[in-house]
C-alpha cells in the first residue's frame, strides 16, 4: 500500500505556543489530504480537508485561524495549532487518497500541551 | 444521536474464537462501509470495503452490511494473537477515496494465546 509519513508522533508544548505537524505521501502524489483529530474515548473526527495549491476546507466548528492547514506541495501537508491550550490536546492524524482507491493514514500525532 | 455508534470495549476472548463487532449509524445517505485496523502506535489501516447491503468475505474476515437495519458487522474467524488492535467501522454517503469518512469510536480487542 501507500505511504502517509507523519512527524512528529508525539509532541508536548507549553501553553500558548505553536506546534506544527507535518504530514507527507511518500510514494504517491497527493491533491487532498485529511486532518482528523481523536479525543481520549471518541471517534476519529474530521477537522478539515487541504487540497494542494488552494485553501482547506474546514469541518463546521473548527476554528480555521487556530488550525492553519497548507498544502503547498502535491507531497506534503502541514497542521499548525497555534496559540496550543491544554484542551487542544489530543491525537492529531492525517489521510491521503492514493490512486483513487483508498485512503492511506499516518501514524498520528499525540500532542500533550501542559 | 451519534451519526454512527460502535459497540463500547475492550474486548478479550481466546485464541480460536470467533469475534463479533457492531455499529450501527442513523444516516441513511450511508452507502459504502468500511473497516479499519489499527495497531498501537499506526495509523488505522482499510481492512475491508463492502457497498451496499450483503456479505464480503476475506479470508477469516467477514464484513456484513444490513442497511434496513442500519447495522454493521464485522466477524472475524479463528481469531489470532495478531488481530490483537483497535478496530474502526467507518462510512461515507459518496464512493472514493476523497469522499468524507464518518467513524465509529472504535474498539480493541485483545486476542489471549
Known amino acids: 500500500g501507500a505511504v502517509v509519513s507523519q512527524h512528529p508522533s508525539r509532541v508536548i508544548c507549553k501553553s500558548g505556543t505553536s506546534v506544527k505537524i507535518e504530514c507527507r505521501s511518500l510514494?504517491?502524489?497527493?491533491?487532498?489530504m485529511f486532518w482528523y483529530r481523536q479525543f481520549p474515548k471518541q471517534s476519529l473526527m474530521l477537522m478539515a480537508t487541504?487540497?494542494?495549491?488552494?485553501?482547506?476546507?474546514?469541518e463546521q466548528g473548527v476554528e480555521k485561524d487556530k488550525f492553519l492547514i497548507n498544502h503547498a506541495s502535491l507531497t506534503l501537508s502541514t497542521l499548525t495549532v497555534t496559540s496550543a491550550h491544554p484542551e487542544d490536546s489530543s491525537f492529531y492524524i492525517c489521510?491521503?487518497?492514493?490512486?483513487?482507491?483508498?485512503?492511506?493514514f499516518g501514524q498520528g500525532t499525540r500532542l500533550t500541551v501542559v | 444521536q451519534k451519526e454512527v455508534e460502535q459497540d463500547p470495549g475492550p474486548l478479550s476472548v481466546p485464541e480460536g474464537a470467533i469475534v463479533s463487532l457492531n455499529c450501527t449509524y442513523s444516516?441513511?445517505?450511508?452507502?459504502?462501509f468500511m473497516w479499519y485496523r489499527q495497531y498501537s502506535r499506526k495509523g488505522p489501516e482499510l481492512l475491508m470495503y463492502?457497498?451496499?447491503?450483503g456479505n464480503k468475505e476475506d479470508g477469516r474476515f467477514t464484513a456484513q452490511v444490513d442497511k434496513s437495519s442500519k447495522y454493521i458487522s464485522l466477524f472475524i474467524r479463528d481469531s489470532q494473537p495478531s488481530d490483537s488492535a483497535t478496530y474502526l467501522c467507518?462510512?461515507?454517503?459518496?464512493?472514493?477515496?476523497?469522499?468524507?469518512?464518518?467513524f465509529g469510536k472504535g474498539i480493541t480487542l485483545s486476542v489471549r494465546p
Open positions: 510514494d504517491f502524489q497527493a491533491t487532498t
Open positions: 467507518a462510512m461515507s454517503a459518496r464512493a472514493g477515496a476523497n469522499s468524507k469518512l464518518t
Open positions: 444516516n441513511s445517505a450511508f452507502q459504502y
Open positions: 489521510s491521503a487518497p492514493a490512486w483513487g482507491t483508498e485512503a492511506f
Open positions: 463492502t457497498y451496499s447491503s
Open positions: 487541504s487540497n494542494e495549491g488552494s485553501k482547506a476546507t474546514y
